[in-house]
Protein backbone atom coordinates (compact mmCIF):
# COMPACT_ATOMS: atom_id res chain seq x y z
CA UNK A 1 0.00 0.00 0.00
CA UNK A 2 2.52 2.10 0.94
CA UNK A 3 3.98 2.32 -2.55
CA UNK A 4 0.94 3.63 -4.27
CA UNK A 5 1.03 7.13 -5.26
CA UNK A 6 -1.83 9.61 -5.24
CA UNK A 7 -3.63 10.64 -8.18
CA UNK A 8 -3.69 14.37 -8.44
CA UNK A 9 -5.56 16.47 -11.19
CA UNK A 10 -4.04 19.13 -13.12
CA UNK A 11 -3.73 22.25 -10.91
CA UNK A 12 -4.54 25.67 -13.15
CA UNK A 13 -3.89 29.28 -12.30
CA UNK A 14 -6.57 31.94 -11.97
CA UNK A 15 -5.44 33.56 -15.95
CA UNK A 16 -5.73 29.63 -17.24
CA UNK A 17 -9.03 28.66 -15.63
CA UNK A 18 -10.43 32.18 -17.05
CA UNK A 19 -9.46 31.47 -20.49
CA UNK A 20 -10.77 27.81 -20.73
CA UNK A 21 -14.35 29.19 -19.40
CA UNK A 22 -14.32 31.67 -21.92
CA UNK A 23 -13.54 29.24 -24.29
CA UNK A 24 -16.53 26.81 -22.92
CA UNK A 25 -18.97 29.93 -23.17
CA UNK A 26 -17.67 30.87 -26.95
CA UNK A 27 -18.31 27.25 -28.39
CA UNK A 28 -21.75 27.14 -27.09
CA UNK A 29 -22.69 30.47 -28.87
CA UNK A 30 -21.27 29.19 -31.43
CA UNK A 31 -23.45 26.11 -31.75
CA UNK A 32 -26.39 28.26 -30.55
CA UNK A 33 -26.36 30.35 -33.78
CA UNK A 34 -24.72 27.83 -36.18
CA UNK A 35 -25.29 24.51 -34.75
CA UNK A 36 -22.34 21.82 -35.89
CA UNK A 37 -24.76 19.01 -35.84
CA UNK A 38 -23.21 15.40 -36.71
CA UNK A 39 -26.93 14.23 -37.69
CA UNK A 40 -28.03 13.76 -41.22
CA UNK A 41 -31.82 14.67 -41.38
CA UNK A 42 -32.92 11.41 -43.34
CA UNK A 43 -34.75 11.47 -45.70
CA UNK A 44 -34.92 15.50 -46.01
CA UNK A 45 -31.29 14.87 -46.74
CA UNK A 46 -29.11 12.06 -47.67
CA UNK A 47 -25.66 10.94 -47.37
CA UNK A 48 -23.54 10.77 -50.07
CA UNK A 49 -22.18 7.47 -50.94
CA UNK A 50 -19.21 6.58 -52.94
CA UNK A 51 -19.79 5.74 -56.40
CA UNK A 52 -18.95 2.21 -55.78
CA UNK A 53 -21.23 1.11 -52.86
CA UNK A 54 -22.40 -1.65 -52.82
CA UNK A 55 -26.33 -1.40 -52.42
CA UNK A 56 -29.40 -2.19 -54.47
CA UNK A 57 -28.39 -5.27 -57.72
CA UNK A 58 -29.29 -3.91 -60.86
CA UNK A 59 -29.43 -7.03 -63.78
CA UNK A 60 -29.68 -6.37 -67.51
CA UNK A 61 -30.92 -9.15 -69.05
CA UNK A 62 -29.28 -8.51 -72.71
CA UNK A 63 -26.41 -8.68 -71.33
CA UNK A 64 -26.46 -12.04 -69.16
CA UNK A 65 -25.31 -14.79 -70.87
CA UNK A 66 -26.44 -17.73 -67.84
CA UNK A 67 -23.35 -18.97 -67.25
CA UNK A 68 -24.65 -19.22 -63.41
CA UNK A 69 -21.08 -17.67 -61.79
CA UNK A 70 -23.45 -15.22 -59.90
CA UNK A 71 -25.31 -17.85 -58.24
CA UNK A 72 -22.07 -20.09 -58.06
CA UNK A 73 -20.00 -17.34 -56.43
CA UNK A 74 -22.82 -15.81 -53.99
CA UNK A 75 -21.59 -16.69 -50.51
CA UNK A 76 -24.65 -16.28 -49.17
CA UNK A 77 -26.77 -18.61 -51.65
CA UNK A 78 -28.87 -15.67 -51.72
CA UNK A 79 -28.91 -16.07 -55.90
CA UNK A 80 -31.27 -18.65 -57.52
CA UNK A 81 -31.30 -19.39 -61.41
CA UNK A 82 -34.59 -18.84 -62.54
CA UNK A 83 -35.93 -20.32 -65.95
CA UNK A 84 -37.54 -17.12 -68.00
CA UNK A 85 -40.17 -17.63 -70.79
CA UNK A 86 -37.56 -17.29 -73.51
CA UNK A 87 -36.07 -20.29 -72.05
CA UNK A 88 -32.72 -18.85 -70.94
CA UNK A 89 -31.58 -18.67 -66.85
CA UNK A 90 -31.79 -15.39 -65.28
CA UNK A 91 -30.84 -14.68 -61.23
CA UNK A 92 -33.06 -13.90 -58.40
CA UNK A 93 -31.70 -12.53 -55.27
CA UNK A 94 -33.29 -13.42 -51.84
CA UNK A 95 -32.39 -9.73 -49.82
CA UNK A 96 -33.26 -11.68 -46.70
CA UNK A 97 -30.26 -13.36 -47.41
CA UNK A 98 -28.09 -11.30 -49.47
CA UNK A 99 -24.40 -10.08 -47.33
CA UNK A 100 -24.47 -7.03 -50.08
CA UNK A 101 -20.51 -8.50 -50.73
CA UNK A 102 -21.20 -8.33 -54.76
CA UNK A 103 -18.89 -10.84 -55.79
CA UNK A 104 -21.85 -11.95 -58.12
CA UNK A 105 -21.28 -8.23 -59.48
CA UNK A 106 -17.29 -9.18 -59.79
CA UNK A 107 -17.90 -12.45 -61.70
CA UNK A 108 -20.45 -11.69 -63.84
CA UNK A 109 -18.62 -12.12 -67.37
CA UNK A 110 -21.37 -10.10 -69.20
CA UNK A 111 -21.29 -7.05 -67.50
CA UNK A 112 -24.84 -8.00 -66.74
CA UNK A 113 -25.07 -6.59 -62.83
CA UNK A 114 -24.54 -3.48 -61.69
CA UNK A 115 -24.36 -2.04 -58.34
CA UNK A 116 -26.57 1.06 -57.42
CA UNK A 117 -26.56 3.00 -54.16
CA UNK A 118 -29.82 2.30 -53.00
CA UNK A 119 -29.70 0.71 -49.59
CA UNK A 120 -33.16 2.25 -48.22
CA UNK A 121 -35.50 -0.68 -49.60
CA UNK A 122 -38.12 -1.36 -47.07
CA UNK A 123 -39.88 -5.14 -47.47
CA UNK A 124 -42.97 -6.19 -45.42
CA UNK A 125 -42.72 -9.25 -44.67
CA UNK A 126 -39.57 -12.24 -45.41
CA UNK A 127 -40.92 -13.81 -48.62
CA UNK A 128 -41.31 -9.71 -50.40
CA UNK A 129 -37.51 -9.53 -50.14
CA UNK A 130 -36.97 -12.63 -52.33
CA UNK A 131 -36.54 -10.09 -55.85
CA UNK A 132 -37.55 -11.91 -58.54
CA UNK A 133 -35.45 -10.92 -62.41
CA UNK A 134 -38.35 -8.59 -63.24
CA UNK A 135 -37.66 -6.56 -60.26
CA UNK A 136 -34.14 -6.35 -60.70
CA UNK A 137 -34.26 -4.64 -63.84
CA UNK A 138 -35.25 -0.97 -63.36
CA UNK A 139 -34.64 0.65 -60.25
CA UNK A 140 -37.13 0.50 -57.18
CA UNK A 141 -39.46 3.19 -56.88
CA UNK A 142 -38.12 5.67 -54.67
CA UNK A 143 -40.16 8.97 -53.05
CA UNK A 144 -37.41 11.33 -52.82
CA UNK A 145 -37.93 13.76 -50.65
CA UNK A 146 -34.65 14.77 -50.00
CA UNK A 147 -32.98 17.87 -51.29
CA UNK A 148 -29.28 18.15 -50.11
CA UNK A 149 -26.95 15.50 -49.45
CA UNK A 150 -24.47 15.57 -47.47
CA UNK A 151 -20.66 14.53 -47.71
CA UNK A 152 -18.43 14.21 -44.22
CA UNK A 153 -15.21 16.28 -44.07
CA UNK A 154 -12.06 15.87 -42.22
CA UNK A 155 -10.49 19.70 -41.45
CA UNK A 156 -8.00 20.25 -38.78
CA UNK A 157 -8.61 17.01 -37.39
CA UNK A 158 -12.36 17.29 -36.79
CA UNK A 159 -15.25 15.79 -38.57
CA UNK A 160 -17.38 18.47 -40.42
CA UNK A 161 -20.37 17.92 -42.37
CA UNK A 162 -21.09 19.31 -45.81
CA UNK A 163 -24.37 20.00 -47.40
CA UNK A 164 -24.95 20.76 -50.77
CA UNK A 165 -28.49 21.25 -52.91
CA UNK A 166 -29.19 18.70 -54.83
CA UNK A 167 -29.91 15.33 -55.18
CA UNK A 168 -27.52 12.58 -55.16
CA UNK A 169 -28.00 10.59 -58.21
CA UNK A 170 -28.28 6.91 -56.94
CA UNK A 171 -27.39 4.64 -60.09
CA UNK A 172 -23.79 5.37 -61.62
CA UNK A 173 -22.03 3.16 -63.91
CA UNK A 174 -19.01 1.99 -62.47
CA UNK A 175 -17.11 0.44 -65.14
CA UNK A 176 -16.30 -2.86 -64.53
CA UNK A 177 -12.78 -3.96 -62.20
CA UNK A 178 -9.82 -4.66 -65.12
CA UNK A 179 -10.00 -8.08 -65.62
CA UNK A 180 -7.40 -10.74 -65.92
CA UNK A 181 -8.02 -12.08 -69.46
CA UNK A 182 -9.08 -15.54 -69.28
CA UNK A 183 -9.33 -18.26 -72.54
CA UNK A 184 -10.99 -21.64 -72.57
CA UNK A 185 -8.55 -24.22 -73.87
CA UNK A 186 -8.94 -27.70 -74.26
CA UNK A 187 -6.37 -29.88 -71.72
CA UNK A 188 -7.12 -33.44 -73.33
CA UNK A 189 -8.15 -33.38 -76.55
CA UNK A 190 -8.15 -37.06 -77.34
CA UNK A 191 -11.07 -37.69 -74.70
CA UNK A 192 -13.57 -34.96 -76.22
CA UNK A 193 -16.10 -36.78 -77.11
CA UNK A 194 -16.93 -34.55 -80.19
CA UNK A 195 -20.64 -33.48 -78.80
CA UNK A 196 -20.48 -30.00 -79.52
CA UNK A 197 -22.42 -28.94 -76.53
CA UNK A 198 -19.33 -25.83 -76.18
CA UNK A 199 -19.75 -24.30 -79.47
CA UNK A 200 -23.81 -24.30 -78.72
CA UNK A 201 -23.33 -22.98 -75.45
CA UNK A 202 -20.67 -20.07 -76.24
CA UNK A 203 -22.81 -16.67 -76.42
CA UNK A 204 -19.96 -15.41 -78.07
CA UNK A 205 -19.43 -18.17 -81.10
CA UNK A 206 -15.64 -18.67 -80.21
CA UNK A 207 -16.13 -21.92 -80.32
CA UNK A 208 -16.68 -23.66 -83.86
CA UNK A 209 -17.04 -27.14 -84.91
CA UNK A 210 -16.29 -28.19 -88.41
CA UNK A 211 -16.85 -31.77 -90.13
CA UNK A 212 -13.50 -32.12 -92.08
CA UNK A 213 -13.39 -34.51 -95.23
CA UNK A 214 -12.41 -38.11 -93.82
CA UNK A 215 -15.20 -38.06 -90.73
CA UNK A 216 -13.29 -36.29 -88.40
CA UNK A 217 -14.22 -33.15 -86.21
CA UNK A 218 -12.06 -29.94 -86.49
CA UNK A 219 -13.11 -28.34 -83.12
CA UNK A 220 -11.43 -24.47 -82.49
CA UNK A 221 -11.88 -22.03 -79.79
CA UNK A 222 -11.40 -18.44 -81.35
CA UNK A 223 -9.17 -16.56 -78.51
CA UNK A 224 -9.93 -13.29 -79.83
CA UNK A 225 -13.52 -14.17 -79.78
CA UNK A 226 -13.71 -15.58 -76.27
CA UNK A 227 -14.63 -13.49 -73.44
CA UNK A 228 -13.59 -16.51 -70.62
CA UNK A 229 -16.94 -16.95 -68.81
CA UNK A 230 -16.76 -20.48 -68.26
CA UNK A 231 -19.72 -21.70 -69.33
CA UNK A 232 -18.12 -24.23 -71.71
CA UNK A 233 -16.07 -25.53 -69.31
CA UNK A 234 -19.02 -25.79 -66.68
CA UNK A 235 -21.13 -27.65 -69.31
CA UNK A 236 -18.36 -29.84 -70.79
CA UNK A 237 -19.40 -33.15 -69.68
CA UNK A 238 -15.65 -34.90 -69.73
CA UNK A 239 -14.87 -31.87 -68.15
CA UNK A 240 -12.05 -31.25 -70.28
CA UNK A 241 -11.99 -27.46 -70.63
CA UNK A 242 -10.36 -25.15 -68.50
CA UNK A 243 -9.78 -21.33 -68.09
CA UNK A 244 -6.37 -20.57 -69.18
CA UNK A 245 -4.29 -16.85 -68.50
CA UNK A 246 -4.77 -15.34 -71.78
CA UNK A 247 -1.37 -14.66 -73.41
CA UNK A 248 -0.85 -12.23 -76.20
CA UNK A 249 1.67 -12.81 -78.52
CA UNK B 1 -2.08 -37.14 -64.75
CA UNK B 2 -2.40 -35.59 -68.32
CA UNK B 3 -4.89 -32.80 -66.64
CA UNK B 4 -3.02 -31.75 -63.90
CA UNK B 5 -3.85 -28.10 -62.82
CA UNK B 6 -1.47 -25.91 -64.96
CA UNK B 7 -1.70 -28.06 -67.77
CA UNK B 8 -1.85 -25.73 -70.96
CA UNK B 9 -4.52 -26.40 -73.10
CA UNK B 10 -4.83 -26.67 -76.84
CA UNK B 11 -7.29 -24.44 -78.90
CA UNK B 12 -7.79 -26.28 -81.86
CA UNK B 13 -7.98 -30.44 -81.80
CA UNK B 14 -9.40 -32.62 -83.54
CA UNK B 15 -12.10 -35.61 -82.89
CA UNK B 16 -12.36 -39.17 -84.59
CA UNK B 17 -16.08 -39.05 -85.54
CA UNK B 18 -17.16 -43.19 -85.97
CA UNK B 19 -18.87 -44.45 -89.03
CA UNK B 20 -22.90 -44.53 -89.02
CA UNK B 21 -24.23 -48.12 -90.70
CA UNK B 22 -27.23 -46.28 -91.02
CA UNK B 23 -25.87 -43.15 -92.86
CA UNK B 24 -29.11 -40.85 -92.75
CA UNK B 25 -30.15 -42.13 -89.10
CA UNK B 26 -28.86 -40.51 -85.50
CA UNK B 27 -25.84 -42.49 -83.67
CA UNK B 28 -28.34 -43.62 -80.98
CA UNK B 29 -30.66 -44.85 -83.86
CA UNK B 30 -28.19 -47.05 -85.15
CA UNK B 31 -27.41 -48.25 -81.71
CA UNK B 32 -30.99 -48.60 -81.09
CA UNK B 33 -31.48 -50.08 -84.43
CA UNK B 34 -27.85 -52.39 -84.24
CA UNK B 35 -27.84 -53.33 -80.17
CA UNK B 36 -31.06 -52.56 -78.32
CA UNK B 37 -33.60 -53.80 -80.88
CA UNK B 38 -31.67 -56.89 -81.88
CA UNK B 39 -31.53 -57.80 -77.77
CA UNK B 40 -28.02 -57.75 -77.81
CA UNK B 41 -27.78 -55.01 -75.33
CA UNK B 42 -26.44 -56.22 -71.83
CA UNK B 43 -27.69 -53.05 -70.14
CA UNK B 44 -24.00 -52.06 -69.11
CA UNK B 45 -24.81 -48.55 -69.48
CA UNK B 46 -21.68 -47.46 -71.26
CA UNK B 47 -23.59 -45.32 -73.28
CA UNK B 48 -25.12 -43.54 -70.58
CA UNK B 49 -22.28 -42.74 -69.00
CA UNK B 50 -21.09 -40.74 -71.73
CA UNK B 51 -23.79 -39.64 -73.30
CA UNK B 52 -24.07 -35.65 -73.20
CA UNK B 53 -27.65 -36.29 -74.11
CA UNK B 54 -29.88 -38.08 -71.96
CA UNK B 55 -29.62 -41.99 -72.43
CA UNK B 56 -31.52 -43.91 -69.90
CA UNK B 57 -33.39 -46.69 -68.75
CA UNK B 58 -36.59 -46.74 -69.59
CA UNK B 59 -38.73 -50.07 -68.08
CA UNK B 60 -35.72 -52.18 -68.33
CA UNK B 61 -34.55 -51.53 -72.09
CA UNK B 62 -31.82 -48.54 -72.83
CA UNK B 63 -33.00 -45.91 -74.04
CA UNK B 64 -33.07 -42.05 -74.99
CA UNK B 65 -36.53 -40.56 -74.71
CA UNK B 66 -37.01 -37.56 -77.04
CA UNK B 67 -33.82 -38.63 -79.21
CA UNK B 68 -34.76 -36.79 -82.22
CA UNK B 69 -34.71 -33.54 -80.27
CA UNK B 70 -32.47 -33.65 -77.83
CA UNK B 71 -29.54 -36.57 -79.26
CA UNK B 72 -26.41 -34.25 -80.36
CA UNK B 73 -25.32 -36.91 -82.89
CA UNK B 74 -21.57 -37.15 -81.13
CA UNK B 75 -21.40 -40.80 -81.72
CA UNK B 76 -20.36 -41.16 -78.30
CA UNK B 77 -22.54 -44.04 -77.51
CA UNK B 78 -21.75 -46.01 -80.53
CA UNK B 79 -17.73 -45.51 -79.58
CA UNK B 80 -18.31 -46.71 -76.38
CA UNK B 81 -20.69 -49.65 -77.21
CA UNK B 82 -19.01 -52.95 -76.41
CA UNK B 83 -21.65 -54.70 -78.46
CA UNK B 84 -21.97 -52.26 -81.24
CA UNK B 85 -19.25 -54.13 -82.75
CA UNK B 86 -19.69 -57.36 -80.56
CA UNK B 87 -16.30 -59.63 -79.96
CA UNK B 88 -17.78 -62.32 -77.68
CA UNK B 89 -15.13 -63.46 -75.39
CA UNK B 90 -14.88 -66.76 -73.44
CA UNK B 91 -12.74 -69.25 -71.44
CA UNK B 92 -10.57 -68.32 -68.64
CA UNK B 93 -8.27 -65.81 -70.07
CA UNK B 94 -4.77 -65.19 -69.04
CA UNK B 95 -3.96 -65.25 -65.72
CA UNK B 96 -0.52 -64.61 -63.38
CA UNK B 97 -2.44 -66.50 -60.56
CA UNK B 98 -4.90 -68.65 -60.22
CA UNK B 99 -5.59 -68.21 -55.72
CA UNK B 100 -8.59 -68.95 -53.15
CA UNK B 101 -8.97 -66.66 -50.98
CA UNK B 102 -10.88 -65.51 -47.32
CA UNK B 103 -10.78 -62.00 -45.91
CA UNK B 104 -10.61 -61.53 -42.61
CA UNK B 105 -11.68 -58.32 -42.47
CA UNK B 106 -14.71 -58.09 -44.00
CA UNK B 107 -18.20 -60.28 -44.43
CA UNK B 108 -19.19 -60.50 -48.10
CA UNK B 109 -20.70 -63.33 -50.34
CA UNK B 110 -17.92 -66.20 -49.96
CA UNK B 111 -14.80 -64.72 -48.97
CA UNK B 112 -15.61 -61.31 -49.69
CA UNK B 113 -11.94 -60.56 -51.82
CA UNK B 114 -13.95 -58.08 -54.07
CA UNK B 115 -13.95 -56.01 -50.96
CA UNK B 116 -10.57 -56.69 -50.08
CA UNK B 117 -9.12 -56.24 -53.01
CA UNK B 118 -10.61 -52.74 -53.40
CA UNK B 119 -10.46 -51.54 -49.50
CA UNK B 120 -6.48 -53.28 -49.79
CA UNK B 121 -6.18 -51.01 -52.59
CA UNK B 122 -7.36 -47.85 -50.90
CA UNK B 123 -5.79 -48.51 -48.72
CA UNK B 124 -2.18 -48.74 -50.68
CA UNK B 125 -2.95 -45.29 -52.15
CA UNK B 126 -3.43 -47.25 -55.27
CA UNK B 127 -7.00 -45.51 -55.77
CA UNK B 128 -8.51 -43.17 -53.74
CA UNK B 129 -12.45 -44.28 -53.75
CA UNK B 130 -14.00 -48.07 -54.80
CA UNK B 131 -17.12 -47.91 -56.56
CA UNK B 132 -19.30 -50.28 -54.30
CA UNK B 133 -23.13 -51.26 -55.28
CA UNK B 134 -24.72 -51.28 -52.19
CA UNK B 135 -28.72 -51.95 -51.96
CA UNK B 136 -31.71 -50.20 -49.95
CA UNK B 137 -34.58 -52.12 -47.85
CA UNK B 138 -36.04 -53.62 -51.29
CA UNK B 139 -33.04 -54.75 -52.53
CA UNK B 140 -32.59 -52.39 -55.22
CA UNK B 141 -29.43 -51.38 -56.37
CA UNK B 142 -27.83 -48.19 -55.54
CA UNK B 143 -24.07 -46.80 -55.97
CA UNK B 144 -21.85 -45.85 -53.22
CA UNK B 145 -18.65 -44.55 -53.19
CA UNK B 146 -16.28 -45.65 -51.06
CA UNK B 147 -13.32 -43.85 -49.39
CA UNK B 148 -12.36 -45.09 -45.88
CA UNK B 149 -12.67 -48.97 -44.84
CA UNK B 150 -14.71 -47.53 -41.93
CA UNK B 151 -17.95 -47.33 -44.59
CA UNK B 152 -18.07 -50.84 -45.00
CA UNK B 153 -19.63 -50.72 -41.58
CA UNK B 154 -22.68 -50.55 -43.86
CA UNK B 155 -23.05 -54.20 -44.18
CA UNK B 156 -25.25 -53.79 -47.71
CA UNK B 157 -22.23 -53.29 -49.37
CA UNK B 158 -20.79 -56.89 -49.60
CA UNK B 159 -22.61 -59.79 -50.92
CA UNK B 160 -24.13 -60.14 -54.92
CA UNK B 161 -27.56 -58.78 -55.34
CA UNK B 162 -28.26 -60.52 -58.67
CA UNK B 163 -29.74 -57.44 -60.13
CA UNK B 164 -28.42 -54.30 -62.71
CA UNK B 165 -26.60 -51.71 -60.58
CA UNK B 166 -25.53 -48.13 -62.54
CA UNK B 167 -21.86 -48.47 -62.11
CA UNK B 168 -21.13 -46.61 -65.42
CA UNK B 169 -22.83 -43.69 -64.77
CA UNK B 170 -21.66 -43.72 -61.07
CA UNK B 171 -17.72 -44.24 -62.57
CA UNK B 172 -18.06 -41.06 -64.86
CA UNK B 173 -19.25 -38.91 -61.88
CA UNK B 174 -15.92 -40.67 -59.79
CA UNK B 175 -13.56 -40.22 -62.04
CA UNK B 176 -14.40 -36.04 -62.34
CA UNK B 177 -13.91 -35.87 -58.56
CA UNK B 178 -11.07 -38.47 -58.30
CA UNK B 179 -7.27 -37.78 -57.15
CA UNK B 180 -5.79 -40.85 -57.60
CA UNK B 181 -7.78 -43.23 -59.40
CA UNK B 182 -10.85 -45.14 -59.31
CA UNK B 183 -11.40 -48.85 -58.14
CA UNK B 184 -14.78 -50.70 -59.52
CA UNK B 185 -16.17 -54.05 -59.08
CA UNK B 186 -18.80 -55.32 -61.98
CA UNK B 187 -20.21 -58.24 -64.10
CA UNK B 188 -18.37 -59.14 -67.18
CA UNK B 189 -20.36 -56.65 -69.31
CA UNK B 190 -19.24 -53.73 -67.33
CA UNK B 191 -16.00 -54.90 -67.18
CA UNK B 192 -15.97 -54.74 -70.90
CA UNK B 193 -17.69 -51.60 -71.06
CA UNK B 194 -14.75 -50.00 -68.66
CA UNK B 195 -12.13 -51.24 -71.57
CA UNK B 196 -14.12 -49.66 -74.17
CA UNK B 197 -14.01 -46.23 -72.41
CA UNK B 198 -10.59 -46.55 -71.46
CA UNK B 199 -9.40 -47.76 -75.17
CA UNK B 200 -11.41 -44.44 -76.24
CA UNK B 201 -10.95 -41.75 -73.89
CA UNK B 202 -7.71 -41.73 -71.95
CA UNK B 203 -9.07 -39.80 -68.92
CA UNK B 204 -10.92 -42.84 -68.21
CA UNK B 205 -7.77 -44.89 -69.03
CA UNK B 206 -5.61 -43.02 -66.42
CA UNK B 207 -8.21 -42.38 -63.84
CA UNK B 208 -9.38 -46.18 -63.57
CA UNK B 209 -6.71 -47.66 -61.94
CA UNK B 210 -8.18 -51.31 -60.57
CA UNK B 211 -11.24 -52.86 -62.54
CA UNK B 212 -12.58 -56.26 -60.38
CA UNK B 213 -14.53 -58.49 -62.62
CA UNK B 214 -17.21 -61.01 -60.97
CA UNK B 215 -17.83 -64.80 -62.52
CA UNK B 216 -21.47 -64.25 -63.77
CA UNK B 217 -23.38 -66.76 -65.59
CA UNK B 218 -26.69 -64.59 -65.90
CA UNK B 219 -28.15 -61.10 -64.49
CA UNK B 220 -32.14 -60.13 -63.91
CA UNK B 221 -33.97 -56.92 -64.24
CA UNK B 222 -34.75 -55.51 -60.48
CA UNK B 223 -38.55 -55.80 -61.78
CA UNK B 224 -38.41 -59.08 -62.55
CA UNK B 225 -36.46 -61.09 -59.93
CA UNK B 226 -38.46 -59.42 -57.08
CA UNK B 227 -41.87 -60.03 -58.34
CA UNK B 228 -40.69 -63.65 -58.95
CA UNK B 229 -39.17 -63.69 -55.45
CA UNK B 230 -41.97 -62.64 -53.91
CA UNK B 231 -44.43 -65.11 -55.21
CA UNK B 232 -42.01 -67.45 -54.08
CA UNK B 233 -42.45 -66.26 -50.62
CA UNK B 234 -39.18 -64.42 -49.99
CA UNK B 235 -39.79 -61.63 -47.70
CA UNK B 236 -37.69 -58.71 -48.40
CA UNK B 237 -37.52 -57.16 -44.92
CA UNK B 238 -36.46 -60.64 -43.73
CA UNK B 239 -33.99 -60.95 -46.77
CA UNK B 240 -30.20 -61.27 -45.44
CA UNK B 241 -28.68 -63.06 -48.60
CA UNK B 242 -28.94 -64.18 -51.80
CA UNK B 243 -27.01 -67.17 -53.71
CA UNK B 244 -26.81 -68.99 -56.32
CA UNK B 245 -24.82 -72.47 -55.55
CA UNK B 246 -25.12 -75.28 -58.07
CA UNK B 247 -28.06 -74.25 -60.32
CA UNK B 248 -29.66 -73.39 -57.27
CA UNK B 249 -30.87 -69.80 -56.06
CA UNK B 250 -31.12 -69.63 -52.38
CA UNK B 251 -32.84 -66.65 -50.51
CA UNK B 252 -31.55 -66.67 -47.15
CA UNK B 253 -34.24 -64.95 -44.57
CA UNK B 254 -33.88 -64.13 -40.55
CA UNK B 255 -36.27 -67.21 -40.29
CA UNK B 256 -35.34 -69.48 -43.02
CA UNK B 257 -34.74 -70.16 -46.89
CA UNK B 258 -36.38 -70.49 -50.01
CA UNK B 259 -34.34 -72.81 -52.58
CA UNK B 260 -34.98 -73.18 -56.33
CA UNK B 261 -33.63 -74.50 -59.56
CA UNK B 262 -32.20 -71.47 -61.82
CA UNK B 263 -33.77 -72.78 -64.63
CA UNK B 264 -36.90 -71.81 -63.06
CA UNK B 265 -36.56 -68.08 -63.70
CA UNK B 266 -34.98 -68.76 -67.27
CA UNK B 267 -37.41 -66.27 -68.43
CA UNK B 268 -36.83 -63.17 -66.57
CA UNK B 269 -32.93 -64.22 -67.01
CA UNK B 270 -32.29 -60.26 -69.32
CA UNK B 271 -31.92 -60.65 -73.18
CA UNK B 272 -28.33 -59.31 -73.22
CA UNK B 273 -27.26 -62.44 -70.80
CA UNK B 274 -28.52 -64.49 -73.74
CA UNK B 275 -26.11 -63.72 -75.86
CA UNK B 276 -23.08 -63.23 -73.34
CA UNK B 277 -20.27 -66.04 -73.38
CA UNK B 278 -17.90 -64.61 -71.29
CA UNK B 279 -18.07 -66.14 -67.58
CA UNK B 280 -14.97 -65.02 -65.76
CA UNK B 281 -14.44 -60.97 -66.88
CA UNK B 282 -11.77 -62.29 -69.08
CA UNK B 283 -10.47 -58.16 -69.50
CA UNK B 284 -10.36 -57.47 -65.78
CA UNK B 285 -7.76 -57.00 -63.59
CA UNK B 286 -8.99 -59.64 -61.43
CA UNK B 287 -12.14 -61.97 -61.16
CA UNK B 288 -13.70 -63.18 -58.47
CA UNK B 289 -16.19 -65.58 -57.52
CA UNK B 290 -17.59 -68.41 -55.93
CA UNK B 291 -16.66 -71.38 -58.07
CA UNK B 292 -13.86 -73.10 -57.86
CA UNK B 293 -12.89 -72.97 -54.31
CA UNK B 294 -14.00 -74.39 -50.84
CA UNK B 295 -16.74 -72.63 -49.12
CA UNK B 296 -16.12 -69.67 -47.50
CA UNK B 297 -13.59 -68.64 -49.68
CA UNK B 298 -13.66 -66.89 -53.07
CA UNK B 299 -11.66 -67.77 -56.32
CA UNK B 300 -9.54 -64.33 -57.56
CA UNK B 301 -8.58 -65.02 -61.02
CA UNK B 302 -5.10 -61.90 -60.78
CA UNK B 303 -4.46 -61.40 -64.75
CA UNK B 304 -2.69 -58.15 -64.31
CA UNK B 305 0.06 -56.83 -62.40
CA UNK B 306 -1.52 -54.33 -60.88
CA UNK B 307 -4.01 -56.44 -58.94
CA UNK B 308 -1.22 -58.85 -58.17
CA UNK B 309 0.52 -55.90 -56.38
CA UNK B 310 -3.02 -55.40 -53.98
CA UNK B 311 -2.74 -59.48 -53.59
CA UNK B 312 0.71 -59.00 -52.91
CA UNK B 313 -0.42 -56.49 -49.90
CA UNK B 314 -3.17 -57.93 -48.76
CA UNK B 315 -0.32 -61.43 -48.39
CA UNK B 316 2.14 -58.70 -46.24
CA UNK B 317 -0.96 -57.37 -44.24
CA UNK B 318 -1.80 -60.89 -43.30
CA UNK B 319 -5.73 -59.81 -44.08
CA UNK B 320 -6.82 -63.02 -45.66
CA UNK B 321 -5.60 -66.81 -45.37
CA UNK B 322 -5.07 -68.26 -49.05
CA UNK B 323 -5.82 -71.77 -49.96
CA UNK B 324 -6.02 -73.33 -53.46
CA UNK B 325 -8.06 -73.43 -56.28
CA UNK B 326 -9.30 -75.66 -58.99
CA UNK B 327 -9.69 -74.91 -62.91
CA UNK B 328 -11.35 -77.48 -63.12
CA UNK B 329 -14.42 -76.64 -61.88
CA UNK B 330 -15.32 -73.55 -63.79
CA UNK B 331 -14.96 -75.66 -67.14
CA UNK B 332 -18.57 -76.11 -66.83
CA UNK B 333 -19.97 -72.95 -66.16
CA UNK B 334 -17.56 -71.94 -68.62
CA UNK B 335 -18.72 -74.22 -71.59
CA UNK B 336 -22.17 -73.37 -70.51
CA UNK B 337 -21.59 -70.22 -71.35
CA UNK B 338 -19.73 -70.45 -74.50
CA UNK B 339 -22.96 -72.50 -75.88
CA UNK B 340 -24.57 -68.99 -76.23
CA UNK B 341 -22.17 -68.47 -79.19
CA UNK B 342 -25.35 -69.50 -81.05
CA UNK B 343 -27.56 -67.17 -80.12
CA UNK B 344 -25.72 -64.14 -81.44
CA UNK B 345 -25.58 -65.15 -84.92
CA UNK B 346 -28.91 -66.25 -85.00
Not at chain 2, 66 to 94: H, I, M, N, Q
Not at chain 2, 253 to 268: N, P
Not at chain 2, 297 to 306: A, D, G, I, L, P
Amino acid sequence: MKSMKKVVGPEYNLGEKIKTNVYAVGVAMQESVYPHTMTVFYPRERKKMPDNYRGFILFDPDKCISCFNCSFVCPANAIRMKEAPNKRYYPTIDYGRCIFCHFCIDSCSGGALKATKIHDVAYKDMDEMYTPTEEMIELPEIIREDKKYVEYEIEEDDLHLKRTKGEDYLFVDVPPPKEIPMVSECIDPDSCIGCRVCAEVCEHGAISASVEDGGTLRMKIDADECTGCGLCVKECSMQILKLNKLERK
Amino acid sequence: MATAIGAAGQSEWKVAVPEKPLKDKTYFENLKTKVIDTNLCSRCLTCASVCPGGITVVDNIVDFPDYETKCLDCGACVRVCPRFVYEPRSGLGDYIDFIAGRSKRFAGQDGAMVTELLVSAIEMGMIDRGLFAGRDEKWATEMFHVREPEQLAITTLGGTKYTFADVLPALKEAIMFTKRGVGIVGTPCIVSGVRKLQQEYPIFRERVKLVVGLFCTENFHYDDISKFLQEKGVDFSKLVKTDIIKGKFISTMTDGKVKFKVTEAEDIVASGCNVCTDFTAVESDASVGSVGSEKGFSTVVVREENAKKVIEYIKEKGYADFGEADTSQLDFLIGHKKKREENIKR
